[in-house]
């Protein structure tokens, strides 16, 4: 199915910025929803963004909208999490998800059918 490589993380310091980005192969990548979670040391894993097929639908964890954003380039085959403000709280590993819908607006991870591996992001206090 849809094969997903995130990127991006690394170690950095409180306020400053990241941006990971998502590539995607397998099915078309302009027909699926996509979506960014994370999951920190001993929590669940929980959402952070989504967006819909073309872009323009966007959904934010509400504590996040603001300092997160959300995008994509189908004509790259890439989604886009760009984080400023950055808090050690951010700390977790971000994983890109894939829907098998064009539009997916539940934030549970069953809903969720692709996964990447993660990429780790350390924010220093």
């Known amino acids: 199915q849809v094969r997903l490589v995130e990127s991006g993380g690394g170690l950095v310091q409180t306020g400053d910025s990241l941006r990971l980005s998502c590539a995607a192969s397998g099915r078309a990548f302009s027909s699926n929803a996509k979506a960014w979670f994370r999951q920190a040391p001993g929590k669940e894993r929980e959402f952070v963004a989504a967006i819909d097929w073309n872009g323009s639908m966007t959904a934010y964890e509400r504590s996040l909208k603001g300092r997160f954003t959300i995008s994509r380039d189908n004509a790259k085959n890439t989604v886009n999490l760009q984080m400023n403000s950055l808090k050690p709280e951010d700390t977790a590993v971000y994983y890109c998800?894939?829907?098998?819908?064009?539009?997916?607006?539940?934030?549970?991870?069953?809903?969720?059918?692709?996964w990447g591996q993660g990429t780790q992001v350390t924010v220093s206090s």
């Open positions: 998800a894939a829907s098998n819908r064009a539009t997916e607006e539940r934030t549970g991870v069953m809903w969720w059918t692709n």
